[in-house]
């Protein structure tokens, strides 16, 4: 894979949309755009909207608080 390609997928990958309804929770990501939400990584990976190659991640609380992984 080239740093091209690899920038192209990283961009591709970013949200495209205001995540800010989602805070305190997790999202299931593809191609930019959230297909899913959960209280829970678990039950998000388990969510039957999910497929493997969708990118998961939490949204951090709306209270500013600082989300290290």
Excluded: F, N
């Amino acid at each position: 894979m080239t740093v091209e390609e690899l920038e192209r997928q990283q961009q591709e990958a970013l949200p495209k949309e205001d995540l800010s309804p989602y805070a305190g929770q997790w999202v299931a990501l593809r191609d930019g755009r959230v297909i899913a939400s959960e209280v829970t990584g678990v039950a998000l990976r388990d969510h039957p909207e999910v497929g493997e190659d969708d990118i998961l991640m939490p949204v951090p609380p709306a209270s500013g608080a600082v989300l290290i992984l």
